[in-house]
């Protein structure tokens, strides 16, 4: 699954990803922070709307903005 995200820095990174850890313990997570989409890679949750949500719905309460990217 990919989603891109508004991170700017490190710090985001890790807020992002802490807050998608908690939901999703077992994901395994990719961040692409040297381009300009910003995209959050997770590995090991199945790509479908409802997975999608709730990824989207762990990074807006860190405090950032997430959307899908249907392939």
Do not use: Y
């Amino acid at each position: 699954m990919q989603i891109q995200t508004n991170a700017k820095c490190r710090d985001c990174v890790s807020a992002i990803k802490k807050a998608v850890e908690r939901k999703f313990p077992g994901a395994e997570l990719e961040m692409e922070l040297s381009t300009t989409d910003k995209i959050l890679h997770i590995h090991g949750l199945p790509e479908d709307s409802e997975h999608a949500a709730q990824v989207e719905s762990a990074i807006k309460e860190s405090g950032f903005e997430g959307a899908w990217i249907q392939r």
